[in-house]
């Protein structure tokens, strides 16, 4: 509702209404603008619920509400009549960070848990999309690992050599790629040039590519709890942009996340028209 | 030289003197505390030197100077002449953060790359020894992965519960151990009330044991770049402690380090006398 009193959403609650609107009131949050679908209080049918009306063209995107993301991405990604596309279906955030001067966009910290190369070629484009739409131009993008030399013993090193490769062999598009790098050679050109690391993305990275989910889970935690970041989080690779916030996120964190799935599914729109 | 001036150690320079000693007069470092064991330029030399004066009980402990970690650790862990205990070999940092209010211990984010659970085992014991040694009396150790549910498909979810299981079948003693955790969770009971966490660990980790190197990497690189925290860090299960700093490291953090190796050394000799 905060995000409706800001014109960016016209909210459509689905799920049991009379538990929703006694919920709202508990809160104190009026329910005037939104719309409703009414469902049984089972998350798979409100997930199925919430796909169907994006398929018929009467919902633009999807906010995860209080139902398990398992349950929501289970409708979502499902072969017959999900939101599928032909890409991997993956998350990126988008950081305010006030110890770094511009956004900073990470993939895949919240849906992939061992995203194979494939995988990860899908995350990184998905990810320099998205940078695009924002107006980043040319993203720099930093494949993270836990070194920055090719070690067959630590699977990231390997995948971020190829992930480079396909950028310069046009198998990724629209971004500077570079990787294996630590996180301190990605965002310190001070740590790069001590260790004699020459990478064009030191100190500038518009995008982090991390490893696995474990890394990546910690990465954005740390943004957030300990480094004091601001985010926005966003589902790519689906037919409409879809909202994963977590229980623990700050409201702060849903509107932003709402603002940046709205300018993602304008942007997406008038490319519709033209195909 | 800064910690010799402090009182922490009396340094033993190893390597080529002449270089060694044109690099301090270069840097207006003076070197007439210290004393010199020669050897050649070659790194698995001077490795070998290091070793050797603690085995004959000539040193203390080690600190990695120039020379890769790898050649370092391939003498400290030779089967043959070298400084292994019955323990897996791991290392810990101790973090100094602007935002918590007490020392956390992270292990391992720099030597073992994807330890199994026997290994996690040594790791958290190691741990668990250091903090006592520190005058942490009972320390509370969360097993990071990144969700706090088990989930075959990640596989630092099985090791944590395993862990937790060891810790109260007396297979790890001296701790109060809780996995998996994600970062959130353990460092934020508001975090673990929003989702119905019940853990003892919640917001007073003492220990933060990573799933794997990637993930450990950007743990505490975070810490130190984004989280502006001090840090000291150890090798562990081995006969000496040894420093493993990096290049990009402070001399604040290097100081540290000493401290605390001399402290661990210090623990460790009366308890071999008494043996």
């Given at each position: 509702m905060s995000a409706q009193r800001l014109g960016l959403i016209e909210p459509i609650m689905i799920g049991p209404r009379a538990k929703i609107e006694a919920i709202a009131h508990d809160r104190g949050i009026g329910l005037a603008k939104a719309?409703?679908?009414?469902?049984s209080e089972a998350p798979l049918e409100a997930a199925a619920a919430a796909v169907e009306l994006c398929r018929n063209g009467k919902a633009d995107l999807i906010m995860k509400g209080s139902l398990h993301t398992d349950a929501l991405l289970g409708a979502v990604l499902a072969r017959d009549g999900g939101l599928r596309t032909g890409r991997r279906t993956s998350h990126a955030f988008v950081f305010?960070?006030?110890?770094y001067p511009k956004p900073l966009l990470t993939a895949d910290c919240v849906v992939n848990i061992s995203p194979g190369?494939?995988?990860?070629?899908?995350?990184?484009?998905?990810?320099i999309d998205l940078a695009h739409m924002l107006g980043i131009e040319r993203a720099y993008v930093g494949i993270l690992s836990a070194v920055e030399t090719i070690n067959p013993a630590i699977p990231g090193t390997i995948d971020a050599t190829a992930l480079s490769k396909m950028a310069q062999r046009g198998q990724i598009t629209g971004a500077i790629v570079d990787g294996p790098l630590a996180i301190d050679i990605a965002i310190s050109i001070k740590a790069a040039r001590i260790k004699g690391v020459e990478s064009p993305i030191a100190e500038?990275?518009?995008i982090l590519v991390v490893p696995n989910l474990e890394a990546g889970n910690i990465l954005y935690k740390q943004l957030v709890y300990l480094a004091k970041a601001e985010c926005a989080g966003i589902v790519l690779g689906t037919t409409v942009p879809i909202i994963l916030t977590s229980r623990a996120d700050s409201e702060k964190c849903r509107v932003a996340s709402c603002a940046l799935a709205v300018l993602q599914s304008r942007h997406r729109s008038p490319m519709k028209a033209l195909a």
């Open positions: 719309s409703f679908v009414e469902t305010d960070l006030p110890s190369l494939t995988d990860k070629r899908d995350i990184t484009q998905n990810t500038r990275p518009d």
